[in-house]
Protein backbone atom coordinates (compact mmCIF):
# COMPACT_ATOMS: atom_id res chain seq x y z
CA UNK A 1 0.00 0.00 0.00
CA UNK A 2 1.18 3.52 -0.68
CA UNK A 3 0.53 6.40 1.09
CA UNK A 4 1.76 10.50 0.43
CA UNK A 5 0.89 13.82 2.24
CA UNK A 6 1.05 16.85 0.59
CA UNK A 7 1.23 20.40 2.85
CA UNK A 8 -1.75 22.94 1.09
CA UNK A 9 -0.88 26.52 -0.61
CA UNK A 10 -0.24 29.17 1.87
CA UNK A 11 -3.69 30.92 1.37
CA UNK A 12 -5.17 27.55 2.58
CA UNK A 13 -3.13 26.32 5.71
CA UNK A 14 -5.84 27.77 7.91
CA UNK A 15 -8.50 25.14 6.79
CA UNK A 16 -6.61 22.24 5.04
CA UNK A 17 -4.14 20.11 7.05
CA UNK A 18 -3.14 18.38 4.95
CA UNK A 19 -4.13 16.62 1.59
CA UNK A 20 -2.92 12.48 1.07
CA UNK A 21 -3.34 9.98 -1.30
CA UNK A 22 -3.51 6.36 -0.40
CA UNK A 23 -3.78 3.58 -2.75
CA UNK A 24 -3.47 -0.19 -2.87
CA UNK A 25 -1.93 -0.68 -6.13
CA UNK A 26 -2.99 -3.33 -8.49
CA UNK A 27 -1.87 -6.18 -6.59
CA UNK A 28 -4.59 -6.04 -4.37
CA UNK A 29 -6.87 -8.94 -4.32
CA UNK A 30 -10.02 -9.81 -1.81
CA UNK A 31 -11.54 -7.46 1.08
CA UNK A 32 -9.86 -5.12 3.33
CA UNK A 33 -11.31 -3.74 6.75
CA UNK A 34 -10.02 -0.40 8.03
CA UNK A 35 -10.90 1.77 11.08
CA UNK A 36 -11.82 5.22 11.35
CA UNK A 37 -10.83 6.41 14.52
CA UNK A 38 -12.19 9.68 16.22
CA UNK A 39 -9.62 12.97 15.87
CA UNK A 40 -11.49 15.54 15.71
CA UNK A 41 -11.02 16.03 12.10
CA UNK A 42 -13.58 16.84 9.19
CA UNK A 43 -12.13 15.46 6.16
CA UNK A 44 -13.17 15.83 2.27
CA UNK A 45 -12.77 12.61 0.23
CA UNK A 46 -12.51 11.52 -3.70
CA UNK A 47 -12.27 8.06 -4.89
CA UNK A 48 -11.26 7.26 -8.42
CA UNK A 49 -13.69 4.98 -8.47
CA UNK A 50 -17.02 4.85 -7.34
CA UNK A 51 -18.70 2.52 -5.24
CA UNK A 52 -15.15 0.89 -3.48
CA UNK A 53 -15.38 1.88 -0.15
CA UNK A 54 -18.79 0.57 2.32
CA UNK A 55 -20.07 0.53 6.07
CA UNK A 56 -20.80 -2.38 7.94
CA UNK A 57 -24.36 -1.63 6.69
CA UNK A 58 -23.09 -2.77 3.19
CA UNK A 59 -23.78 1.02 2.12
CA UNK A 60 -21.20 2.24 -0.07
CA UNK A 61 -19.47 5.44 0.61
CA UNK A 62 -20.37 8.12 -2.05
CA UNK A 63 -17.72 9.17 -4.74
CA UNK A 64 -16.71 12.72 -3.31
CA UNK A 65 -17.77 13.37 -0.12
CA UNK A 66 -17.34 15.46 3.03
CA UNK A 67 -17.54 13.83 6.57
CA UNK A 68 -17.93 15.94 9.50
CA UNK A 69 -15.81 14.93 12.66
CA UNK A 70 -16.69 11.41 14.57
CA UNK A 71 -17.24 10.42 17.87
CA UNK A 72 -16.79 6.83 17.92
CA UNK A 73 -14.78 4.92 15.71
CA UNK A 74 -16.17 3.27 12.23
CA UNK A 75 -15.31 0.02 10.08
CA UNK A 76 -15.24 0.50 6.40
CA UNK A 77 -14.70 -2.16 3.99
CA UNK A 78 -13.15 -2.14 0.27
CA UNK A 79 -13.07 -4.85 -2.27
CA UNK A 80 -9.78 -5.14 -4.67
CA UNK A 81 -7.70 -1.83 -5.88
CA UNK A 82 -8.42 1.47 -4.94
CA UNK A 83 -7.31 4.80 -4.75
CA UNK A 84 -8.25 7.33 -2.50
CA UNK A 85 -7.30 11.64 -2.08
CA UNK A 86 -8.63 13.51 0.70
CA UNK A 87 -8.13 16.46 2.50
CA UNK A 88 -7.63 16.64 6.44
CA UNK A 89 -9.52 19.84 7.12
CA UNK A 90 -8.87 21.67 10.44
CA UNK A 91 -11.32 21.38 13.37
CA UNK A 92 -13.08 24.35 12.93
CA UNK A 93 -12.99 24.37 9.47
CA UNK A 94 -16.24 23.00 7.92
CA UNK A 95 -18.33 26.24 9.00
CA UNK A 96 -15.76 28.63 7.10
CA UNK A 97 -16.39 26.52 3.81
CA UNK A 98 -19.96 25.04 3.90
CA UNK A 99 -21.25 28.03 6.35
CA UNK A 100 -23.09 24.64 8.30
CA UNK A 101 -23.03 24.14 12.17
CA UNK A 102 -20.58 21.24 12.53
CA UNK A 103 -22.84 19.40 14.41
CA UNK A 104 -25.20 19.17 11.17
CA UNK A 105 -22.12 17.28 9.47
CA UNK A 106 -21.18 15.32 12.39
CA UNK A 107 -20.57 11.45 12.36
CA UNK A 108 -21.97 11.72 8.75
CA UNK A 109 -20.69 10.72 5.19
CA UNK A 110 -22.58 13.31 2.71
CA UNK A 111 -21.96 13.49 -1.12
CA UNK A 112 -20.55 17.07 -1.92
CA UNK A 113 -23.52 17.67 -4.34
CA UNK A 114 -25.95 17.44 -1.16
CA UNK A 115 -24.07 20.46 0.32
CA UNK A 116 -22.96 22.53 -2.57
CA UNK A 117 -23.77 22.92 -6.41
CA UNK A 118 -20.81 22.38 -7.88
CA UNK A 119 -19.18 20.44 -10.72
CA UNK A 120 -16.01 19.51 -8.81
CA UNK A 121 -17.15 15.66 -8.84
CA UNK A 122 -16.73 15.80 -13.03
CA UNK A 123 -13.70 18.20 -13.10
CA UNK A 124 -11.75 15.47 -10.81
CA UNK A 125 -13.02 12.12 -12.99
CA UNK A 126 -11.72 14.11 -16.03
CA UNK A 127 -8.04 15.11 -14.25
CA UNK A 128 -5.38 12.60 -15.32
CA UNK A 129 -2.63 13.20 -12.57
CA UNK A 130 -2.75 13.55 -8.75
CA UNK A 131 -1.96 16.85 -9.16
CA UNK A 132 -4.09 18.13 -11.10
CA UNK A 133 -6.73 16.53 -8.66
CA UNK A 134 -5.21 18.25 -5.85
CA UNK A 135 -5.03 21.27 -7.53
CA UNK A 136 -9.21 20.76 -8.16
CA UNK A 137 -9.70 20.33 -4.61
CA UNK A 138 -7.79 23.23 -3.67
CA UNK A 139 -9.21 25.70 -5.92
CA UNK A 140 -12.88 24.12 -4.53
CA UNK A 141 -12.03 24.95 -1.24
CA UNK A 142 -10.44 28.41 -1.47
CA UNK A 143 -13.29 29.17 -3.90
CA UNK A 144 -15.62 28.15 -0.49
CA UNK A 145 -13.54 30.08 1.49
CA UNK A 146 -13.77 33.11 -0.35
CA UNK A 147 -17.15 33.61 -1.36
CA UNK A 148 -18.72 32.94 2.36
CA UNK A 149 -15.38 35.12 4.02
CA UNK A 150 -16.47 33.30 7.76
CA UNK A 151 -13.91 33.53 10.41
CA UNK A 152 -14.96 33.01 14.02
CA UNK A 153 -11.17 33.42 15.57
CA UNK A 154 -12.62 32.82 19.34
CA UNK A 155 -13.57 29.20 18.14
CA UNK A 156 -10.37 28.44 16.49
CA UNK A 157 -8.19 29.75 19.50
CA UNK A 158 -11.02 27.73 22.04
CA UNK A 159 -10.24 24.40 19.39
CA UNK A 160 -6.39 25.04 19.33
CA UNK A 161 -6.27 25.23 23.09
CA UNK A 162 -8.09 22.19 23.27
CA UNK A 163 -6.19 20.07 20.83
CA UNK A 164 -2.67 21.26 23.55
CA UNK A 165 -4.49 19.65 26.52
CA UNK A 166 -5.60 22.42 27.94
CA UNK A 167 -8.87 21.36 30.29
CA UNK A 168 -12.71 23.02 30.08
CA UNK A 169 -12.02 25.38 32.80
CA UNK A 170 -8.69 26.47 31.82
CA UNK A 171 -9.95 27.32 28.41
CA UNK A 172 -12.63 29.31 29.85
CA UNK A 173 -10.40 31.39 32.47
CA UNK A 174 -7.90 32.36 29.68
CA UNK A 175 -10.84 33.63 27.23
CA UNK A 176 -13.03 34.66 29.66
CA UNK A 177 -15.54 33.23 28.74
CA UNK A 178 -18.61 31.51 30.16
CA UNK A 179 -19.15 27.00 29.88
CA UNK A 180 -22.29 28.01 28.22
CA UNK A 181 -20.53 30.07 25.50
CA UNK A 182 -17.61 27.75 25.21
CA UNK A 183 -20.13 24.89 24.52
CA UNK A 184 -21.65 26.49 21.95
CA UNK A 185 -18.78 27.80 20.23
CA UNK A 186 -16.87 23.79 20.39
CA UNK A 187 -20.72 22.26 19.17
CA UNK A 188 -21.31 24.75 16.15
CA UNK A 189 -17.73 25.01 14.71
CA UNK A 190 -16.75 21.58 15.53
CA UNK A 191 -19.23 19.66 16.19
CA UNK A 192 -19.55 18.13 19.44
CA UNK A 193 -19.57 19.20 22.90
CA UNK A 194 -16.07 20.36 24.18
CA UNK A 195 -15.66 17.84 27.04
CA UNK A 196 -16.36 14.95 24.33
CA UNK A 197 -13.97 17.35 22.05
CA UNK A 198 -11.28 16.94 24.71
CA UNK A 199 -11.64 13.31 25.59
CA UNK A 200 -10.86 12.69 22.23
CA UNK A 201 -8.03 14.82 21.99
CA UNK A 202 -6.68 13.11 25.28
CA UNK A 203 -6.89 9.66 23.62
CA UNK A 204 -5.23 10.78 20.53
CA UNK A 205 -2.00 12.08 22.38
CA UNK A 206 -2.49 8.57 24.58
CA UNK A 207 -2.69 6.42 20.78
CA UNK A 208 0.67 8.29 19.59
CA UNK A 209 2.22 7.26 22.93
CA UNK A 210 1.20 3.96 22.62
CA UNK A 211 2.43 3.56 18.95
CA UNK A 212 5.80 5.38 19.23
CA UNK A 213 6.76 5.02 22.90
CA UNK A 214 7.69 1.89 24.52
CA UNK A 215 5.92 1.90 28.53
CA UNK A 216 6.50 -0.38 31.11
CA UNK A 217 2.75 -0.94 31.83
CA UNK A 218 -0.17 0.54 30.49
CA UNK A 219 -0.93 2.19 34.50
CA UNK A 220 2.14 4.64 33.50
CA UNK A 221 0.63 5.57 30.39
CA UNK A 222 -2.46 5.96 31.83
CA UNK A 223 -1.65 8.05 35.31
CA UNK A 224 0.85 10.32 32.47
CA UNK A 225 -2.38 11.62 30.21
CA UNK A 226 -4.78 12.00 33.88
CA UNK A 227 -7.02 9.08 33.19
CA UNK A 228 -8.05 8.14 37.06
CA UNK A 229 -6.57 4.63 36.97
CA UNK A 230 -5.66 2.02 33.83
CA UNK A 231 -8.91 0.47 33.63
CA UNK A 232 -10.28 4.11 32.87
CA UNK A 233 -7.78 4.51 30.24
CA UNK A 234 -8.84 0.69 28.40
CA UNK A 235 -12.62 1.98 28.70
CA UNK A 236 -12.06 4.95 26.81
CA UNK A 237 -9.93 3.28 24.67
CA UNK A 238 -12.32 0.53 23.49
CA UNK A 239 -14.93 2.93 23.04
CA UNK A 240 -12.87 4.96 20.68
CA UNK A 241 -11.39 2.15 18.89
CA UNK A 242 -13.33 -0.91 19.52
CA UNK A 243 -10.49 -3.23 20.93
CA UNK A 244 -8.19 -2.76 23.76
CA UNK A 245 -4.74 -1.08 23.50
CA UNK A 246 -2.70 -4.92 22.95
CA UNK A 247 -5.72 -6.38 20.45
CA UNK A 248 -4.91 -2.91 18.47
CA UNK A 249 -1.13 -2.82 18.69
CA UNK A 250 -1.50 -6.24 17.28
CA UNK A 251 -3.98 -6.15 14.53
CA UNK A 252 -3.81 -2.22 13.29
CA UNK A 253 -1.38 -1.65 10.40
CA UNK A 254 -1.31 2.65 9.85
CA UNK A 255 -0.19 4.38 7.14
CA UNK A 256 -2.80 7.04 7.03
CA UNK A 257 -3.21 9.02 10.43
CA UNK A 258 -6.22 7.30 12.09
CA UNK A 259 -7.18 4.95 9.41
CA UNK A 260 -5.76 1.64 9.92
CA UNK A 261 -5.92 -1.46 8.11
CA UNK A 262 -7.15 -3.70 10.46
CA UNK A 263 -5.57 -7.62 10.09
CA UNK A 264 -7.77 -10.75 10.41
CA UNK A 265 -7.89 -11.39 14.02
CA UNK A 266 -6.62 -15.56 15.17
CA UNK A 267 -9.49 -17.73 15.40
CA UNK A 268 -9.76 -19.15 18.99
Excluded: C
Amino acid sequence: MRYQEILPIPALQAYIRYFWVLESGEEQVGSKQFKILPDGIPALIYQDTPHLFRDEQQQNTPQLYVYGAFTTYTNQLVDGPFRIIGAYLEPTALKAIFKLDASELANQNIALDDLVSTSLLDQLQQASTTEEKIGLLSDFVFQQVQSLRYDNQKAKFASTLLQSGQSLVEVQTQMNISERTLERLIMQHVGMSPKLFSRIMRFQTSLELLKNTRFDSLTNLSYQQNYFDQSHFIREFKTFTGNNPTQFLKYSEEKLSNFPEWKQEEKK
